[in-house]
């Protein structure tokens, strides 16, 4: 590969120069000098952008699925865009709670939500408990019957196979998420909730699974969903979140709007009344693109094979290469424009030779150590899945607008790390 970094793969609006890149007309190298690296760059514009569609595309309800990534800035942006909150432990409840989400804005997933989460969510009055298992319907059934009430939605494994890594497909029949729809389980869950006095049934959910770029498992899934429905009167059908975007070149997701519009259409097609809620909830397709990671490079080692080049991070601030063999692309900060007939093996600092951030990266000729390279599509599941392997501090993330810039995670320090110890 020699062609210059493809600008569709960056946040909206930004803007390759002859020695800088602009995002949300802020320069990547004077973040890099004020903030360090590595550093998570989010433009809200995308955010905001990509939040607004959503809201627009779905009916009331869509929500954003925070565990993509959750800090309060993202949760306000979701919110003040239109969107419900989802979140799935109690962890992100807490979060989205603090960050002054109201409860009627979020909604509790999991597949093994605690009794005293259950209870939290209750208490706070959340806008949506999802159900996912009968263990969960017995521990409903004692909180419920001391007064309080409760909104729901059923979560349902369509069996439906997606067209994405195993690791994050979750609409099979063998999954450890939801009721199955084939074995019956589905029909006995709802018979069981709307037996409970206080209890509200609104409609089921799916999700079958994670970057997905093919629409038919998804109106597969609504097929589904719409025949199983058909007698129950329900008031909204929720799809999940799921789908895909482009880490590289050459990759083409839908949009959200295509998304949605493909879902509507397959449910007007299977007489899903035009009353009925549409609701989703996308994550990756909110906030992938609207990121970057500015890394310094540091060590470069010529191997008989190949060239390693290391950066200043790695697999504690971005797992997915290692988790699910992801591949993103890399361009040189300082020289966007440049082609790209380098190839190097970008690695990071952790002891395992599995720390690969990018098998086979292509740089300008003229990129050495000590200059920046990004990896763009980073905003999902990169922080949200950050970890301090080797015992290194996560990251600093700053969002950019209109030429200026904010933390809103400050970077990690060795303190942090050591607040711990007993
Ligand atoms: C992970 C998840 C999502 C979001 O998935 P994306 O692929 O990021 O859109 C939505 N709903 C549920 C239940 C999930 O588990």
Known sequence: MAEPIDVELLPDGAELGADDVVVGGVSLRSLAETYGTPLFVYDEATLRSRCAEAA????????????SFL???????ALEEGLCLDV???????????AGVPASRIIMHGNNKSASELATAIDAGVHRVVVDNFDEIDRLGQLVGAGATLDCLVRITPGVEAHTHEFVRTGQEDSKFGFSVAAGDARRAIDSLRALSGVRVHGVHSHIGSQIFELDGFREAMAIV????????FDELCVGGGLGVAYVAGERAPSITQWADSLRASAAAHGVAPGVRLTAEPGRAIVAQAALTVYRTGTRKRAATRTYLAVDGGMSDNPRPVLYGSGYEAFDVARPLAERPQAVRLVGKHCESGDVIIDEAWLPA??????LVATPVTGAYGYAMASNYNRVPRPAVVFVRDGAARVVLRRETFEDLARLEA
Request: glycine share 14%.
């Open 71 to 77: 800090c309060g800035a993202m949760a306000r942006v």
């Open 88 to 98: 799935a432990t109690g962890g992100e409840l807490d979060l989205a709670l603090r």
């Open 56 to 67: 627009s595309a779905f009916d009331d309800g869509v929500a954003f699925a925070s565990k």
């Open 226 to 233: 719409a025949d199983f429905t058909r007698d129950d009167g």
């Open 366 to 371: 003229a990129t050495q150590s000590g200059d």
